[in-house]
């Protein structure tokens, strides 16, 4: 299989890939929308993997971490390592001169994180963070509504991102395109807050900027998910508060029935987006109303769309319908124009800041101030902001 089905005639940006899991497949995917992007090499620590990777998607393998780095000075490096080996294979990546798309999380330690962002700093390199999905269709239009005052002044927001009673799902029996299964122990170790979490705060942190504090609980509620537990939580609350923006309480777990969903709360009634993992998701607005002096929102809310055509589109496979070639698109073209990334390296930071403080809250820590902060995210030109 072709690694690109589209046709480009000009110069391509040229990629890394670093590791060949699960989610590389879905990477590889999403590439095939970005004929502008060239895969100039992929290393996997398994020949074997690797081998089954490039074959199926005709890349260029290589034969260790040095020729991978070797094999397009400077190009940028899409980390897709497992989470605990993000720090130090991102440190090496940046110390080699090349700029860095890291899979969530950053590193799982903050000051970890610190010591990339600050790496990256000194380099004059860009270090950006998945997931990419604040790019998309939908988070767009959201935005887009939100500074157009759809829905008035926005008053609190509920995000959603529980995915089940993932224990006793098959998921020994989720395979990826090119044949890697789904790591459920790394997944029930690394924890559904690290790894979903960022699905809307990043679409939070674009519309508004820094988390000034997060009031969250965490806990494991199903210790028997596996053979060598205990695992991180697999369900958390949080209560975040913006310098800028609406109060929001966010909800991941591994537990909770099925719901990706986010109500935006304003003066004049609700904006709302059912499946967080659909760039093209229908963004709605009900607006509120009485009836026989009964206070409601609308039963039948009206599509929000934009003007004009967005992004490429990739078809749904699993649980997804995204792009995942959206942030290191934007983050080429930024490099390309000389102009900042949209997934700005204190995003990055920020991201995993917040997302760590839910992550780690247990029952204890009460109100944790942040220490980091980002900016809001220009929109993207086809939502209203500038090329």
């Not at 993000?86 to 000051?111: D, I």
């Not at 920020?350 to 220490?371: C, D, F, K, Y």
């Amino acid at each position: 299989m072709n690694g690109h089905s589209a046709h480009f005639d000009g110069p391509k940006d040229r990629i890394l890939l670093l590791g060949c899991g699960f989610v590389a497949d879905l990477y590889a995917r999403s590439l095939q929308a970005h004929p502008e992007i060239e895969v100039a090499g992929v290393y996997d620590l398994r020949p074997e993997r690797l081998q089954q990777f490039c074959g199926h998607w005709g890349y260029p393998a290589c034969d260790s971490f040095e020729d991978l780095l070797a094999a397009a000075p400077g190009a940028l490096v899409l980390n897709l390592t497992n989470p605990d080996a993000h720090f130090e294979t991102s440190k090496a990546c940046l110390t080699a001169g090349h700029p860095v798309y890291s899979e969530k999380p950053l590193a799982t330690r903050l000051e970890d994180a610190r010591a990339l962002h600050q790496l990256a700093a000194q380099r004059g390199l860009a270090l950006a963070s998945a997931p990419c999905s604040a790019l998309g269709e939908a988070a767009q239009t959201l935005g887009h509504a939100l500074r157009a005052g759809t829905a008035g002044t926005p008053r609190a927001i509920y995000a959603e991102l529980d995915d089940g009673f993932v224990p006793q799902a098959a998921y020994d029996k989720w395979i990826s395109e090119s044949g890697a299964p789904w790591p459920a122990e790394d997944e029930f170790r690394v924890g559904c807050t690290l790894e979903h979490a960022g699905y809307y705060l990043t679409w939070l942190m674009s519309w508004f900027g820094s988390v000034r504090t997060v009031v969250a609980a965490s806990a494991e509620t199903i210790p028997e998910k596996g053979a060598h537990g205990p695992y991180a939580p697999d369900l958390s609350v949080a209560v975040l508060y913006f310098e800028n923006g609406p109060v929001t309480r966010l909800t991941c777990s591994i537990v909770a029935p099925h719901d990706h969903g986010i109500r935006i709360v304003g003066d004049k009634g609700v904006l709302g987006c059912k499946a967080a993992w659909d760039n093209g998701a229908k963004v709605t607005f009900a607006r509120r109303l009485t009836l026989r002096r009964r206070l409601m929102e609308h039963p039948w809310p009206r599509r929000v769309r934009l003007s004009q055509p967005t992004h490429p589109k990739v078809a749904r496979w699993g649980a997804a319908a995204m792009n995942f070639a959206l942030g290191p698109a934007e983050l080429l073209q930024a490099l390309r124009e000389g102009r900042p990334p949209r997934m700005s390296n204190d995003m990055a930071l920020h991201l995993t800041e917040v997302t760590l403080a839910i992550q780690n809250a247990g029952e204890h820590s009460g109100a944790q101030p942040m220490t980091t902060t980002c900016t809001p995210m220009p929109p993207m030109p086809w939502a209203g902001g500038e090329a």
